[in-house]
């Protein structure tokens, strides 16, 4: 029969654990589904959750997607994790709106975006306006240079990743930014 750990035990553990979640940054994860769950992109939802243990701890990981997604792709989104959120109307604009909620969640640090649609810049310059750091996650071709170079950390999917498989080669920061 296992033991009961002991009150001191106890404390200890809740200690850690206390550290860590204050150490840990939160982050919002944004999936735009039709620009980026495509066959030509390949993209792994698992490769992308590998690379922002880097930066914290998912919080919220929703993927976007419009009415005509198959139940399969739904499923498949639920099995990894994921909340599929179907919208009959623009996607982009509910990602949005839920991204904007995101930038005043005092439990998120981090607004992470998986998009090569310009269309989020506005999205991006408010989170970084109210302190949270910004990370893009896009593919070529498409990827939009505008993106790129207003966020925080960028990462081009569908690249080979490096030895540990937890960081694509194509990660980048901008310069003079801390290295993770």
């Known amino acids: 029969m296992p033991s009961i750990p002991h009150i001191k035990d106890i404390y200890k553990i809740r200690t850690i654990i206390s550290r860590r979640e204050k150490t840990r940054k ?18 792994d939802l698992e ?15 929703r ?19 994921f909340e599929p959120v179907v919208s009959s109307s623009d996607v982009d604009v509910r990602l949005a709106v839920e991204a904007t909620e995101l930038i005043f969640n005092p439990n998120i640090d981090v607004i ?44 081009t999917l569908g690249e080979s990743s490096a030895v540990g498989g937890t960081r694509p080669e194509k990660f980048q920061q901008k310069e003079g930014e801390e290295v993770y």
Do not use: C, W
């Open 63 to 81: 993927v976007y997607l419009n009415q005509y997604a198959s139940e399969k792709l739904v499923e498949a989104i639920e099995n990894q994790g």
């Open 26 to 43: 939160g982050i919002g994860l944004l999936v735009d589904g039709p620009n980026m769950l495509r066959k030509e992109f390949q993209i």
């Open 112 to 155: 992470a975006i998986v998009t090569r649609d310009a269309d989020f810049k506005p999205v991006l310059s408010k989170a970084m306006e109210h302190g949270k750091e910004t990370i893009i996650f896009g593919a070529e071709p498409g990827f939009s240079t505008a993106l790129k170079n207003l966020a925080d950390v960028v990462v």
């Open 47 to 61: 490769e992308i959750r590998n690379t922002l243990k880097e930066f914290g701890d998912i919080k919220v990981g």
